[in-house]
């Protein structure tokens, strides 16, 4: 471990909460502050480590940057330091969206609430463009990396594909070149020496090994026991003390339901979430659904979140117009939907841990992390799109403003280290200008 010390428990749980109120720009956003303040800044996980979490929580169903900070909290502190990690990473979006939710149904939408949210918007682009640069650059090691990386972008950019079939075929595609053509995994030996060096200067590092690491049958079942205690204990209160148990446990089983399924991210489950809720249950309008998107997409937190407006509105609707019923709905649905994501990892992570120093499966997950390189990339000209070229893709339907933003940016992120969590407050009241500028013009 070097001379280096171990973080205070209270210093990590204050860059948790930090995060949880920072966390804009989706699962590659999110990665990158995590990454720039525990690798890059702190130094308390190297560079193979998270890169070996990143590449476990990706094959998991659920909010990937959600479980990653739960995978990596536990790394520092142990079961305590997971649980803090991930409940700080949801709670700051939670109780956001909802006092979002209920001005939403009182008051409709509020101009200068998304003039400030629109003003991140460029410099979470820029802070995805970091992200993709600096992983990238620690873990496309050979041509072969960056050919899997290439594949993936065009896979998902112009093909669609979903991106769990991406992951699989990048597991797939190990297996085969392992017993193939083995040499296409072979790094240099420069590449090794400096990989090696790098790892001496982080707390957790390639050499520290967790003493609880392993399959071990009690604690998979107590843990097992737990998770089933916590879900069902909600769904109890709700029986003895709710007149309507119908509604609330058709919501409680159909949110943890998508939390099974939400391989490859919100957008993955939302199309499913979004039929069933509005057609089939009639919790909420189509139009509402879509403002429930644009919220998500502005609030920190991971864009899953769009399912604790679905579970606000499901309340509100269904008790006529209750904003306290919309909260409870809000709550319960913020439950349901991450129980299973602690579970995932707690059970998973010690069993991970100890397969690092298995060559097959480290090199198997090295091209899954290629893979996520390709798909970073892909999100960045997705924002790119979506940001610059707001209506039109024409030099006619630039938004010059955000783009200049989005340079401002990342020069100021890239070549003058500004603070990221300054710049965001920097971007947000760049925002508000921008649009009263524009009001006026």
Same mark, same amino acid.
């Given at each position: ?18 995060? $949880? ?17 525990? !690798? ?11 890169? @070996? ?8 169903? $659920? ?13 520092? @502190? ?5 649980? !803090? ?73 112009? +093909? ?86 119908? +509604? ?20 993955? !489950? ?164 921008? @649009? ?6």
């Amino acid at each position: 471990m070097g001379d280096l010390t171990k973080p205070s428990f209270k210093e990590a749980c204050l860059f948790w909460l930090k995060l $949880g109120f920072i966390s804009f720009g989706g699962p590659a956003g999110q990665i990158a502050i995590m990454h720039e303040f525990l !690798v890059e800044k702190k130094k308390w996980i190297s560079e193979s480590r998270f890169l @070996h979490a990143l590449n476990y929580t990706m094959i998991l169903p $659920g909010p990937e940057a959600q479980q990653l900070a739960t995978y990596t909290g536990w790394l520092l @502190h142990g079961t305590k330091g997971g649980l !803090v990690a991930g409940v700080f990473f949801v709670l700051p979006s939670m109780f956001i969206l909802c006092g979002l939710s209920a001005l939403y149904v009182t008051y409709g939408n509020i101009p200068w609430v998304n003039a400030m949210f629109s003003g991140l918007k460029p410099a979470v682009m820029a802070i995805v463009i970091l992200a993709l640069i600096k992983i990238g650059t620690k873990s496309l090691h050979t041509t072969f990396h960056f050919m899997v990386a290439g594949t993936a972008f065009v896979l998902m950019f112009f +093909f669609n594909t979903p991106f769990p079939y991406i992951i699989i075929g990048a597991l797939l595609l190990s297996f085969v070149a392992r017993r193939m053509l083995p040499s296409l995994f072979k790094q240099t030996s420069s590449a090794q020496e400096q990989l090696a060096k790098d790892e001496e200067q982080y707390f957790i590092n390639r050499n520290h090994f967790l003493p609880d690491a392993g399959f071990k049958v009690r604690r998979l079942v107590g843990q097992v026991f737990a998770a089933a205690l916590l879900w069902v204990i909600p769904i109890g209160l709700f029986y003895l003390f709710s007149n309507d148990f119908t +509604f609330w446990k058709q919501l409680s089983l159909f949110f943890t339901q998508a939390a099974f399924v939400t391989f490859g991210g919100a957008y993955a !489950v939302l199309p499913y979430v979004a039929q069933v809720s509005v057609e089939q249950l009639n919790w909420l309008t189509e139009l509402q659904m879509i403002d429930g998107l644009a919220l998500g997409e502005t609030t920190p937190g991971p864009l899953v979140m769009v399912l604790v407006f679905v579970g606000f509105m499901a309340g509100y609707n269904h008790f006529d117009g209750s904003v306290l019923m919309g909260a409870l709905g809000l709550v319960a649905t913020t439950f349901y939907t991450f129980v299973p994501c602690f579970l995932f990892v707690f059970a998973g992570a010690p069993i991970i841990e100890k397969t690092r120093e298995n060559e097959k499966i480290k090199q198997a997950l090295t091209l899954v992390t290629a893979a996520v390189v390709g798909v970073i990339l892909n999100l960045t000209i997705y924002l790119g799109k979506a940001i610059v070229f707001p209506e039109e893709m024409t030099l006619g339907g630039i938004d010059y403003p955000t783009l200049g933003w989005v340079v401002v940016s990342f020069v100021a992120m890239y070549r003058f280290k500004l603070n990221m969590i300054t710049w965001i407050v920097i971007s947000s009241i760049f925002g508000l200008v921008n @649009h009263f500028i524009t009001q006026l013009f």
